[in-house]
């Protein structure tokens, strides 16, 4: 059985996020045929929207944090 190893949320961000910029790089030269800039570009939009998602989960994740943070009792220092 092979196990494969899923990249951290913030790993998987960065490597799209990567990817997308070098879609970006090769779309802006304009010297790709039609065919091939329409797959990039494809890729691109798929890529995007996936950055964009773990953006999204990550914020979700914080405000999550910040609010329970916001519940939870203070510490006083005959707690300590």
Do not use: F, N, W
């Amino acid at each position: 059985m092979t196990q494969t190893i899923e990249p951290a949320p913030g790993e998987e961000y960065e490597m799209l996020y990567s990817r997308l910029q070098q879609i970006v790089e090769q779309l802006e030269t304009g010297d790709l045929p039609l065919a091939q800039a329409l797959t990039l570009y494809e890729e691109g939009v798929a890529t995007a929207k996936a950055c964009q998602r773990l953006l999204d989960h990550a914020a979700l994740r914080v405000r999550t944090l910040m609010e329970s943070a916001d519940q939870s009792p203070a510490i006083t220092e005959t707690d300590v």
